[in-house]
């Protein structure tokens, strides 16, 4: 007998989620469902993200629902959209042999009117976001006087997201009789007041222990320096050829930067973030489900809801705000039972925070050491012997070719041809990495590890002059947009800036010595935001400062947008080092062409 059907979930329903590829259920919906069906009492499930809880909540509500009745009768708040059009989506496919099901997805970056149009049609489950949905119920555009259930979901991500007061409206329209079902990864003291506040006697149920990680991922961390983070990041994501991952970063700035430099560098990635429109949303989305992304690049935020099955690795470019927030990342591998991989990339000063995050989880991370360039090579190399090995061929259509083709090889020995088809790809690597550095460091840095490393230089570079500028982090520049800007007004190329050392209100810059008089020239007559833009030479008197504007004050889109600049990425090809920090805009509006990958 089928095990969901021995849950009490019914034939047709059972049809659909074995269509779909359910087997058993998972360790949530084993435990949650029996409870869920008596409709009886309020619900906590804690369980961490991809153990199956939109059909732990989701099956027990088609089977309450009255879909004679055309009027909401349940309501399933979440933090984002894609959560919010992934759970409509998952509810139509279980109710796919039911009749007269409707659910309406309600989120803000779409058009309202359609949203109204198909709740004046008449919905029984209304899935929505509380920005959304409190906009709809100001405008008296909805009747919540029959709803029976309210499901909360990713509770906790919603309150890190401030929407607890409009929680509270929403709830305070719905009917006192109801039942409220709230899921969770974690339970922080803010959830627990909800369950306080609009339950009574719930029943709580936890997978696993609270708060703690997918027992399926391994977690492991890079420890090197801030300078090489980009670099070594590029190095892992090579070391393992068919990574399918997300790549979070603490900032839309820093996804952005992220992803165009990795795109710039030839690999197939793109970002997800806040400033994007839906539309822009929903392809990104596409092409990364389609798996025609290779690394998606987001901010934590904008991966709320993201279910995309398979993905291999979770890559923490830089360590959440909120520690808890670690365990929704890592949440986005090893779903359903599968395993996945969560990397972090931190400096010494932050491992304090992996030790923390050790707590929360209750894992151990591994350290990892970044490959060397010779590993990279080995892994690529049999990666291509093994796509060689499987891959389909289509005898038809070759076959009209193969004499050509044996007779254009036939001077090559068996074992030249191998080599040259495995070289074909080979090379790029060999070239890239040949002559790479050691990414590692020890763990025991030293302040003269430190000053070497430059963090707290005060001496420039062999070949550099180190400069200051009276602008820094506080003025909204990023290390990528302060090259840029130097770049643009002194009208030198990037590869003319050493270290960019960006401070609050000031920063320090290193210029290459034969081009230091054309950045006091090109600062002159430079104003920013309406003050004069100042540059020295780092100890000394000279200066240049400007009294009228000649295209230094930065445009409110480039200071806006974190879309559309231009990236100097990783350098490559023999010889070179490899370089961290993704690049900088072009501020005079015009896109380069990408280069290729290596």
Known sequence: MNPFLELGIRHDIVNAITELGFEKPSPIQEKAIPVLLTGNDDFVGLAQTGTGKTAAFGLPLLEQLDFTVKQPQALVLCPTRELCLQIARDLEKFAKFIDNVHVVAVYGGANISDQLRQIRRGVQIVVATPGRMLDIIGRNAIDFSKVKYVVLDEADEMLNMGFQEDINNILSETPDYKKTWLFSATMPKEVRRIAQNYMTDPVELTVGTKNTGNANIEHNYYMIKAKDKYAAFKRIVDYYPDIFGIVFCRTKIETQEIAEALIKDGYNADSLHGDLSQQQRDKVMKRYRERNLQLLIATDVAARGIDVNDVTHVINYSLPDETENYTH??????????????????????????????????????????????????????????????????????????????????????????????????????????????????????????????????????????????????????????????????????????????????????????????????????????????????????????????????????????????????????????????????????????????
Do not use: W
């Open 329 to 598: 990342r890592s949440g986005r591998t090893a779903r359903a039972g599968k395993t996945g991989i969560s990397i972090s990339l931190i400096n010494i000063k932050e491992m304090s925070k992996i030790r923390h995050i050790e707590k929360i989880i209750g894992k151990e991370f591994v350290r990892k050491q970044v490959p060397q360039g010779t590993e990279v090579c080995e892994k690529q190399l049999f990666a291509i012997v093994d796509n060689v090995h499987n891959v389909e061929v289509h005898e038809d259509q070759i076959n009209t070719f193969l004499p050509q083709i044996l007779e254009s090889l036939q001077d090559l020995t068996k074992e030249e041809v191998i080599k040259r088809f495995a070289s074909l790809e080979f090379n790029r690597f060999l070239n890239y990495y040949k002559n790479a550095p050691d990414l590692n460091i020890d763990g025991k840095e030293t302040k003269f590890d430190r000053e070497k490393d430059g963090s707290s230089r005060r001496t420039s570079s062999k070949g550099f002059t180190r400069l200051f500028i009276n602008l820094g982090s506080v003025d909204e520049f990023s290390r990528g947009e302060m090259l840029g800007f130097i770049c643009n007004n002194s009208k030198i190329s990037g590869k003319s800036i050493g270290k960019i050392d960006l401070k609050g209100v000031f920063t320090f810059f290193e210029v290459q010595d034969e081009e230091v008089e054309k950045v006091f020239q090109g600062f002159k007559e430079v104003e920013y935001n309406g003050r004069s833009v100042r540059i020295e030479v780092s100890g000394e008197g000279r200066s240049s400062s400007s009294s009228s504007d000649r295209g230094g004050r930065r445009r409110s889109s480039d200071r806006s947008s974190d879309r559309g600049g231009d990236r100097n990425g990783s350098r490559s090809g023999s010889g070179r080092k490899e370089r961290s920090g993704g690049g900088f805009k072009d501020f005079s509006g015009k896109r380069r062409e990408s280069k290729s990958r290596y």
